[in-house]
């Protein structure tokens, strides 16, 4: 049998693309990103694509999974053979993009990475660890070490949120920049309004957490059956991100309506039309923000809790260890349908604050594409 990542590398130095001198009318960006089920990831996909061809409209983008599992295709990840890949037919290289800093979840080797010739990219990445208030997950000290050599070979480096930013500069990575979440600007020109008689929706907890996580899980699942009793069951719907949370969620609330799509653009359908969005997916609280939908994010570990701070959200979101969790969860459900909408303030102004410089580093990286293009 072939072996697939065990091959001998040819970096094709001498034949890259980018030094080919031929006229083209197309600008090829190798996209390396999550390619699984999980809607989430599709919405930071789709906003960086979306943002970067408004300034690139002669872009097409080549999907690169970024990791093994459920990934579209191989080779994954920004090495080995990838690494003669984007050298021979990529004019840019663009790595986004969410939890990637997460146990450097991009395995992108510091030596290998010097050896890529087109332009990289580093857009909307973020930390995250296995419960609150913990330190960045990293479990080799020698993943610190090729994510600073990575930004160092990056002409820009943008992260989610304060947190992130300030893993960078402990490493010495000054160039970095917070911009938000790619996803807070798929539909960037909403604010948040309370529309009245939409469906309260409920992001389903990842179901793995039933193994490593039973008592974090209990807790957010067990939301559901309380949120239907205060609002009724026909209001509620709870929205699956990943296939993965349908089988649980229809074993669990066989009653109860669902929500899973493989096309991210029914969930901004469905999340412009509801009143509320309430959860622990982090990324379905940026989408329904983005939307204009009011939300209200339960910080799980320090992805949520590093969105809650860099948006100064500390009085209005809640972390699932809480006392009383439902009780805090309905209080703040019923302001928002009173029409009070006076806690999104900072978040709003903030947002606003960072969709500029967002937009400036998309324009950055598009001038610095068309800088090197024969």
Known sequence: MKRMFGDRIDYCEENARIHRSFTRS???IHHYCPHTFNAGDHFVVLSIRKHLSRLLQEAVYIPKAIAVNRGWGG???LRGKNISFSNKYADAVVVGGSDNYRNWSLRIDGKEIRKLQPPLFLVGLGVSSNDLNEQPLIEKDTYLEDIRITNEKALVSTVRDDATLRFLQELGVSKAVCTGCPALFIDDTQEITVREGGDIIVTFPFPVNRQSMPKRYAILHGLIPKLAKRYGSERLLISCHDDRDVGPASELFPEQRLFFSNYPEQYLDVYRRASMVIGSR???TMLSASVGTPFLNIDVDIRGQAFTETFGMKAWNLEYAV??????????????????LSSFDAFTTKKNE???????????????????LP
């Open 75 to 77: 080779p994954h990840r």
């Open 354 to 372: 960072l969709k500029t410089v967002f937009d400036s580093t998309m324009a950055e990286i598009a001038g610095h594409v068309r800088d090197q």
């Open 26 to 28: 197309s600008i090829v």
């Open 282 to 284: 982090l990324h379905g």
């Open 323 to 340: 006392p009383d969790l439902a009780d805090s969860v309905i209080q703040r459900i019923d302001s928002v349908f009173s029409g009070d």
